[in-house]
């Protein structure tokens, strides 16, 4: 267990309790961090927003700790349909085809359910302390702490607490980040869109309505968005989003008269319960600065995306996933500062590059002009339309570099993860090996082979030497892919060994022992210059 400096309140200050909160408390209380969070509303807002975690975020969860949360509240995404006015399909994105990490590409979430889960856990934690009707109406930081001034919103009563970092996790209209004087950046996008929830009576299905199970209705006179909304309760969600029409008004859109008049056309009143409704404003900001010192923003604080990647709470919870690792080393001493000034560099770009892509998609279906939406539909259907760019990468920060300090591939990118064979069990990877630095090596280079050096390398920074084979295997020391996700991604990819990081995604990747044992050396440099100490070299679970 880490101890906590004596002169501060907390290791973390959070202001904000949404899911991305949420989880960052859980991950850095997970740590054996003291973590202050302080909310300005009730406790767990009741509604749905997010309805979206995919392969990755799943994969986090679980390797948190958290993966019966994550089971229990999600279920698999069929695929992505995109309809034009005729419904003749423009685009089909398949969520249900395996994913880098083992299982589907997406899962669908209901997101007040996922969140009671997060927080019945995180009451249950010690050195997690939630502080609610507590609004931060002051920031300020010295050299080695935040001074956070807190406004109880029943009382009046103000107060100070202090920690050595803070997390602003306050949404999209972050008091931390506008008391910073952080501006944001407009990438161009913006629309209304009404959002409803809507819960079907037992028994009813998408398919006993005529709608798609997920799926956009790109029309130029209503585009509309039909995607599952979770399980709650064991009863089945969906939701509906309609865009607001240039002649429409916003507080026309949020009449409940106007909200089953655009139902009206896919459900009726008697096949279930509307939820709630509420009119979004889409929009696509990044903040120019995501670190202020000893100051970070995340989540919706940091980065704001139209919705049609299903990417809005995911990215956020690869803020924190990406932030708590580095805060645990720093805090523990097995790093200096500067591997904090690595957020922003990794994060701001990924986050960036998905939210282009969540524009491009936005752009087929928000197009009320029939003329064209008729060019659009011209070539998607003639094969002529621009394909959704890949999934982003890393392409900056702690990842190997050559002389010239260019990345080298296939740094940055997300590590594989499946179902493997260790000592006679067949399980997840992530039970097996605990995150950290993970070399995984392919028959093709022994362990032996690597120089003294980056063996010595290897036991100082606690990085585990991982022996991958085909399947299933008998010894003890290896692990048997059993999915065949780790061996496949390194053929590919032309490697016989990657180095994962504690956030999955890759320092780097080699061919032979001679780039291995590069590789390792150009990761000593950087740990170097990051002032890596010596940590305890982490053995594969039994």
Known sequence: MN??????????????????????????SKMGWKVGVFERWQ?????????????????????AGLGDIADTVTTPAPV???FNADWKQLLAIDWTAGSVSGGPEVNFVHQPSFEWAMDTEIKARSNVDLNFHCEAV????????VTVTVRDTQSGETRKVTARYLLGIDGANSIVRQ???IERTDLGFEADWLVIDFTLKDGLTSRDLGIPECGQYCNPERPTTIVPGGMDNGRLCRRWEFMRLPHETREEMLEERKVWE????WIKPDQGELVRHALYTFRSLVAEKWQDGRIFLAGDAAHVMPPFMGQGMCAGLRDVWNLAWKLDRVMSGNADVSLLETYQPERAPHATDVIKASIFLGSIICMPDAEKAAERDAAFLGGTAPPPAPFPVLTAG??????????IFPAGQLAPHGAVRHRGKTTRLDRVVAPGFNLFLSSAVRPSELTPLTRALCEEQGIAILSVADRRVAHDDEIGDTQGQILSFMKERGLDAILVRPDFYLFGGAKG?????????????????YGFQQTKAKAISA
């Open 138 to 145: 002051e920031v300020s930081q010295t050299a080695d702490r």
């Open 262 to 265: 655009l139902l009206s056309a």
């Open 398 to 407: 702690l990842l190997q570099k050559d002389r010239d300090g260019n990345v």
């Open 3 to 28: 101890v906590m400096r004596s002169d501060v309140d907390y290791d973390v200050i959070q202001i904000g309790y949404g899911p991305v909160s949420k989880a960052s408390a859980l991950f850095l």
């Open 513 to 529: 022992a001679a780039q291995v044992n590069e590789m390792l050396t150009e990761f000593g440099r950087q740990a170097q210059t």
């Open 179 to 181: 008391q910073l004087g």
């Open 80 to 82: 992505y349909r995109w």
């Open 43 to 63: 406790e767990v807002y009741p509604m749905p927003r997010a309805v979206c975690i995919d392969h990755e975020i799943f994969r986090v969860l679980h390797a």
